[in-house]
């Protein structure tokens, strides 16, 4: 059984579009996360959800909007995509408490064309 | 402010023992991590540390931490083929509300 669970895991769109990325764990952690892995492989944390609430928004765009409908589920809206928005976006989650351990999805790479 | 940084490269003979090394800025991690990502596929996490402890094995994996320097280091005996991808570090802070701050990654080519 899959613990981190993302789809799609490819995605490409022309530019301008709306997409969303949808994200499922079922590891009964409290909180979920979306980090961005650019080119050169560089890893961003972008978001952060504790038992559905907004804990961590790093100077993100407002282009990009999480929505967690339940602890289970944290899910990437994307509007207007750019060219700049291409890059592989991994979900996590991670139990509460000290120790971040956290478990990654496989990624989804977008392609902006 | 946060910064973990780790070299690009490492380049190791099957057999042979790697040590990749990581150096952070901020002293009040709370917890330090190594991840593994191959070619295509998500990070899988190896191991962690806690901060106020200096050394953790766990089979070929050994974790050594000096807080005084900020230097994290993994070591992995007996390095295999199938340990060929990017390694990252990372670290986690509980004022920070636990995000994962990440270095660039090392990359580890096993030859054989």
């Known amino acids: 059984d899959t613990a981190v669970s993302q789809t799609p895991k490819y995605l490409v769109t022309q530019m301008g579009n709306d997409k969303s990325i949808k994200c499922e764990q079922n590891?009964?952690?409290?909180?979920m996360y979306w980090y961005k892995q650019d080119s050169k492989k560089f890893l961003k944390i972008m978001f952060s959800y504790n038992n559905k609430e907004l804990i961590i928004n790093e100077t993100v765009p407002n282009r990009f909007s999480p929505k967690s409908p339940d602890k289970a589920h944290l899910n990437l809206h994307i509007n207007s995509l750019e060219l700049g928005d291409s890059a592989v976006y991994f979900c996590?989650?991670?139990?509460?408490?000290?120790?971040?351990?956290?478990?990654f999805g496989q990624g989804t790479r977008l392609t902006v064309v | 402010g946060e910064d973990v940084e780790q070299s690009l490269f490492l380049s190791v003979r099957e057999g042979d023992s790697s040590v990749i090394n990581c150096t952070y800025t901020d002293s009040s991690s709370t917890y330090l991590y190594w991840y593994k990502q191959e070619p295509g596929a998500g990070l899988q996490l190896l191991t962690y540390?806690?901060?106020?402890?200096d050394m953790k094995q766990d089979q070929r994996l050994t974790v050594l931490l000096n807080k005084k320097d900020k230097h994290l280091s993994l070591r992995i005996a007996d390095t295999q083929t199938g340990d060929s991808a990017i390694y990252f570090c990372?670290?986690?802070?509980?004022?920070?509300?636990?995000?994962?701050?990440f270095g660039g990654g090392t990359r580890v080519l096993v030859k054989p």
């Open positions: 540390i806690f901060s106020n402890m």
């Open positions: 590891l009964g952690h409290d909180t």
């Open positions: 996590a989650s991670s139990p509460q408490g000290l120790n971040t351990e956290a478990f």
């Open positions: 990372a670290e986690s802070m509980w004022a920070a509300g636990n995000k994962l701050t």
